[in-house]
């Protein structure tokens, strides 16, 4: 049992040493760039569809009164699709306006989740909150180093005399999977450093 020969705070230990939230709080921080962005392209989307609104509304108000001194000489039933063209246009500007605001409010609200995340997490720790290192702490230390283990891509296998001879190691990211066979020869700082190495 080479690999569970460690006090099971000292692979916590070592292992949260290894852990990165940079990334994390990197991709994070490029989201909120992203949703910034994004709210000033649909503030100007926004604001371009409320001109041309008004341009719209500029429009129906000057046909109207053009209506009201040529009706005689033009047909009435072609300047009543026209106004109904410009009122149906100028309501799908507005509903696009609407629904712009609707999904800025939604990113908004996304992001605020996001901040509330990150702090979370940072107040935590790469340990966890206290429930559950004491949960892990009350854990028997073989479940506990096992699910460590686990926990990295790493599954152990016991032989018949229940000895841990063998290793199952996984990379989902890369897609490999490689077989171990545990060696007492070799120290467990060897095993340590191949299985960083290939995880």
Do not use: C
Not at 74 to 95: G, M, Y
Not at 158 to 175: E, H, I, L
């Amino acid at each position: 049992m080479v690999l569970l020969d460690d006090h099971p705070a000292d692979l916590i230990n070592h292992a949260t040493t290894n852990f990165n939230i940079n990334p994390d709080k990197n991709a994070v921080a490029r989201i909120h760039e992203s949703l910034s962005t994004l709210e000033q392209a649909r503030q100007l989307r926004i604001r371009e569809a409320g001109s041309a609104l008004k341009r719209l509304s500029r429009t129906h108000t000057s046909l109207a009164q053009q209506h009201q001194e040529t009706v005689s000489s033009h047909s009435s039933a072609a300047h009543a699709a026209k106004i109904v063209e410009l009122d149906t246009e100028k309501f799908r500007i507005a509903k696009s306006a609407s629904d712009l605001e609707i999904e800025s409010e939604r990113f908004h609200s996304e992001l605020d989740g996001l901040r509330g995340r990150l702090q979370e997490l940072e107040s935590q720790g790469v340990e966890g909150d206290e429930q559950s290192r004491a949960r892990w702490e009350s854990e028997d230390p073989t479940v506990l180093r096992l699910a460590v283990y686990r926990s990295l891509g790493i599954d152990v296998e016991a032989d018949a005399a229940g000895n841990y001879s063998k290793a199952v190691v996984r990379n989902a990211q890369k897609g490999d999977v490689h077989v171990v066979n545990i060696n007492p020869k070799f120290s467990r700082y060897f095993y340590a450093d191949f299985f960083w190495g290939k995880i």
